[in-house]
């Protein structure tokens, strides 16, 4: 198993759900928040296949 | 586990007891099933319909909860006392032509579903085409022109060849993308409270005074209840909890129920909520989800509203050419998925399917829901009120006449009564299926009568 796999995954996950929390909380712009989404998104796929797989 | 229970595996035999599967699978199951694209169409129409808070928050979760109730204590109940498909248990009361027919409605119901969630990821890939694309609204049936018509085909063609030749991965990217795609939805609906900088959701689900209510507490309530009528009270789910270890794996549909169907709904009425508020949007003719989707979470939202959309109409797609397949078992799977494709891609191009979701969900619960009430008569009934269980494998019979009289009469009775009277669709679920498990009993009581001796004899 790719250990760097869960981390990533788990982070990406919280990556997705804070960036709105903190637009909420008005700590982060719109634009910033689209782009740590995104970045998210590309981090839960590229890395949760690995370990979702094998589980 | 979602490839190995529609695989090919105990088809026409109780699932043993080595194939049973752990309560994790379960979860993870009905979480992802009921997280689709299409959940991005029914918030917001609930919003068209005049729902107000009250009706959303508190209706969704008796409506939810009772679904969930109904599984637990009907579907896998009898899931894991036969450990047999509803078309292998439906054969064996009704016999192989009425599983036929039963197979054609379910197979075109499957394609009309499937080309309702083309038609949503349609929504997301037009709107990187700009003005270019005429986006369908609630009100529109119709294909919207030419560049519409294509986006739906291409997406179509290509859900179709990957239905035939790469079901698994499909099956593996829905897996993977679930709990990801829960979170989009729950960022949707923050961002909108971010956005109209407020942090009371009850207020912000109040429609606006003057808005025509077309739904109510208990419309929320039935739509919710009855939404996967063909799943639950209709039996369908018997191919995927006969795998269960316990009936008390039916709670696991609670993770699809509150969050699919609760809390996702929630968020995407939200979206629909924002647009009224901030730009003045029309709630009765809607924003086409990809639009709303995109401008509140921005590129990740469109990719989650393609992938919930692709990783549910593929599977539909397959098991709608399974469908076919079963009905002209001389044809190859290949074949079945291609001509489920292209009724599925033709329902796409017209908006009817998606936009008309509420009435839709109700019909399809309505047409296959009273079948599982003659599995329910037959399962707990039979013996207590002289009826012989398994009718068509007891007695050698091709057809159970008073089978077939039991589900036809009870539907064309709701449908007509949805058609000419007006009565909401997602209503008739629960009194179809009453009175289809009663007609079969008093037909099983008339005409059934000489087979028993035949069966005692």
Redesign the interface.
């Known amino acids: 198993m790719n250990h760097w796999a869960k981390p990533v995954s788990i982070l990406?996950?919280v990556m997705?759900?804070l960036?709105?929390?903190l637009?909420?909380l008005?700590i982060v712009d719109?634009n910033t928040?689209?782009?740590a989404?995104?970045l998210?998104?590309v981090g839960?796929?590229a890395a949760?296949?690995y370990w979702?797989?094998e589980s | 586990m979602a490839d190995e229970i529609v695989g090919d595996e105990y088809e026409r035999r109780p699932v043993p007891e080595t194939a049973l599967k752990g309560p994790t699978s379960f979860w993870g199951m009905y979480a992802g099933e009921h997280t689709a694209g299409t959940e991005f169409m029914i918030g917001p129409l609930f919003v068209a319909w005049g729902a107000t808070a009250f009706d959303l928050i508190v209706g969704l979760l008796v409506g939810n909860l009772l679904a969930v109730l109904t599984w637990r204590f009907v579907t896998a109940e009898i899931a894991t006392q036969q450990r047999l498909t509803l078309y292998y248990k439906l054969e064996k009361i009704c016999g192989r032509w009425l599983v036929s027919f039963y197979n054609l409605a379910n197979g075109v119901l499957f394609c009309f579903l499937a080309g309702a969630m083309v038609t949503v990821s349609a929504t997301a890939i037009g709107v990187p085409l700009g003005d270019a694309i005429r986006m369908p609204t609630f009100d529109d049936v119709l294909p919207t022109g030419l560049v519409w018509i294509s986006t739906c085909v291409v997406l179509g063609v290509l859900m179709t060849v990957v239905a035939i030749r790469g079901y698994a991965f499909v099956a593996r990217v829905g897996h993977v993308a679930s709990p990801w795609m829960m979170l989009v939805f729950v960022a949707c609906g923050i961002t909108v409270l971010a956005k109209l900088d407020t942090w009371n959701l009850y207020a912000l689900l109040e429609p606006p005074a003057g808005t025509k209510k077309a739904i109510g507490f208990w419309g929320v309530v039935c739509f919710s209840w009855f939404c996967n009528a063909a799943m639950h009270l209709g039996m369908s789910d018997l191919s995927i909890l006969r795998y269960a270890r316990k009936p008390s794996y039916g709670w696991a549909s609670a993770a699809g129920m509150f969050f699919g169907h609760y809390v996702a709904w929630i968020c995407a009425a939200l979206l629909l909520v924002y647009w009224v508020r901030n730009f003045g949007a029309n709630p009765a003719k809607g924003v086409p989800p990809g639009t709303m989707v995109y401008d509140a979470v921005g590129w990740s939202g469109i990719v989650c509203v393609i992938v919930a959309g692709w990783t549910t109409a593929n599977p539909t797609i397959y098991r709608a050419g399974l469908a076919f397949q079963g009905m002209f078992p001389s044809i190859s799977r290949t074949t079945g998925t291609l001509i489920a494709g292209a009724v599925c891609t033709v329902a796409s191009i017209f908006p009817a399917f998606a936009m008309k979701l509420l009435d839709f969900v109700g019909i399809y619960g309505t047409i296959l829901a009273p079948v599982g009430a003659i599995i329910f008569v037959d399962h707990f009934w039979a013996h207590r009120l002289g009826l012989i269980s398994d009718y068509a494998e007891q007695t050698n019979a091709k057809f159970n006449t008073a089978a077939l009289l039991a589900w036809i009469i009870p539907v064309l009775v709701g449908l007509s009564c949805y058609q000419l009277l007006n009565v909401q669709s997602f209503v008739l679920p629960l009194p179809c299926w009453i009175a289809s498990g009663i007609l079969y009993v008093l037909f099983s009581k008339l005409m059934n009568r000489v087979s028993a001796k035949v069966v005692v004899a």
């Open positions: 990406s996950l997705t759900i960036p709105p929390v637009l909420l008005k719109e928040m689209k782009a989404m995104l998210a998104t839960w796929f949760s296949p979702l797989r």
